[in-house]
């Protein structure tokens, strides 16, 4: 059983800084391609970043290029993002996906989702 399990979301003021955590179970997490995804209310799930299994590169949407950061440690199986300057507009829940065959940024080409944590931005 595939398990993501998302944390370190919450609420914070604009220009503020958060990390978040995904940990993955009962796959081998070498290999396999994460993503991390957003969703406001009202509005489609949209990319946010991801990072490929196979030499850890990483892609970002235009909208927070230059401010989060994605990773992974390999040897605690987590994912991380990390995002700092944060604006209201970040706001949302912020999932963990993974992807078993290739890199995705469509929301459609990942296998695996956590349950999603809040992340508040308020000015």
């Known amino acids: 059983q595939v398990q993501l399990v998302e944390s370190g979301g919450g609420l914070v003021q604009a220009g503020d800084s958060l990390r978040l955590s995904c940990a993955v179970s009962g796959r081998t997490f070498i290999g396999s391609h994460m993503g991390w995804f957003r969703q406001a209310p009202g509005k489609e799930r949209e990319f946010v970043a991801l990072?490929?299994?196979?030499?850890?590169?990483?892609y970002y949407s235009d909208s927070v290029k230059g401010r989060f950061t994605i990773s992974r440690d390999n040897a605690k199986n987590t994912v991380f993002l990390q995002m700092n300057n944060l604006k209201p507009e970040d706001t949302g829940v912020y999932y963990c996906?993974?992807?078993?065959?290739?890199?995705?940024?469509?929301?459609?080409?990942?296998?695996?989702w956590g349950q999603g944590t809040q992340v508040t931005v308020s000015s």
């Open positions: 990072v490929s299994g196979i030499g850890g590169t990483t």
């Open positions: 996906a993974l992807a078993k065959s290739f890199p995705r940024v469509s929301a459609a080409g990942y296998d695996y």
